[in-house]
């Protein structure tokens, strides 16, 4: 089978049976060119022919490339190799797996950054006005769905794309969202009166006005043509805003992500709860927020504690 065949028979497959996002599959599909043609300045046109020692030759030149590539990077890219080949296998397309032996690197677990929850405050009013504060009904539409965007991604802990795939019929019993993560997996969210009445003043006041310019869609959030908000777009509302707040660090949407499990947890949460709320399939995923949150509990415990020092 020829190389750029078993690409694209493997993509279709990761798209199609095992619902991963289009995010997702742009990385795989990036990391397998780059593999394809190396395999290819080497005389390998067929995926028949690619030995363990081609593979294996293939991670330790790109391991020792010229910037060295990020550990989450180079794991990535073994992934993917991996996951092609025993696709492959599995399908009865090639005998073996030439890729059995390689072993991912160990990615250097790196702690989420949470913002305060005075930071929070901060950026949420610097995205638009408070529903029902004096200078809510004098704002500009966009700010008006701005600050529901991100009352609503703090207030729920969801991904920005599960966001931005929201349809206003997602939001019907009130104080719950109905939210499909990866793998179209369906969860149930809280949202608490703040994201409420920020998303009830969007619906009533902007989304009807922005609809109006462009074709009819369900999704929730719209640019100010009409067409459904993109991810991108809603990373650049958040660093928007950011900088109006003064906000100094590095804040994403996911910053809001670690900052909603992160107090939380400060606040009492059972960690499975969060896990829940999260959409993680483990626990161990969402246990690193604890290492955060103990980090303020020493800091307590220095300054409270008498023979703490």
Do not use: C, N
Not at 14 to 38: K, M, P, Q
């Amino acid at each position: 089978m020829e190389l750029e065949r078993a690409v694209e028979t493997y993509l279709r497959h990761v798209a199609l049976e095992r619902g991963l996002s289009d995010h997702t599959i742009a990385a795989y599909r990036r990391d397998l060119v780059v593999y394809v043609e190396w395999l290819r300045a080497r005389g390998t046109a067929k995926i028949e022919a690619v030995t363990p020692a081609l593979v294996t030759e293939f991670v330790a030149e790109r391991a020792a490339a010229e910037p060295p590539p990020a550990a989450s990077s180079l794991a990535r890219l073994q992934s993917s190799v991996r996951g092609l080949h025993r696709f492959l296998v599995r399908e009865g397309r090639v005998d073996d797996d030439p890729s059995g032996r390689l072993r991912p690197p160990k990615t250097p677990r790196r702690l989420p950054k949470a913002l305060t929850i005075s930071q929070v405050e901060d950026l949420l009013d610097a995205a638009g006005p408070a529903p029902g504060s004096s200078d809510a009904s004098a704002a500009e539409p966009a700010a008006v769905r701005d600050r529901a965007l991100l009352e609503l991604l703090y207030a729920t802990g969801a991904r920005v794309s599960e966001i931005v795939h929201l349809d206003v019929d997602d939001t019907v019993h009130g104080d719950l969202l109905r939210v499909r993560g990866k793998g179209d997996k369906e969860r149930v969210v809280p949202v608490g009166s703040y994201a409420h009445a920020a998303i009830e003043a969007y619906l009533t006041r902007i989304r009807p006005a922005l609809a109006a310019k462009g074709r009819a869609t369900p999704r929730l959030f719209l640019g100010v043509r009409g067409a459904p908000l993109s991810r991108q777009s809603a990373w650049l509302i958040i660093q928007a805003a950011a900088e109006r707040a003064g906000l100094t660090a590095h804040v994403s949407p996911h910053t809001l992500r670690h900052s909603f499990a992160t107090h939380l947890l400060q606040g009492g949460a059972d960690v499975r709860v969060v896990q829940e709320l999260l959409g993680h399939a483990s626990v161990a995923t969402t246990q690193i927020y604890t290492h955060v949150t103990a980090d303020a509990l020493r800091d307590v415990y220095a300054t409270a504690h008498p023979r703490a020092r």
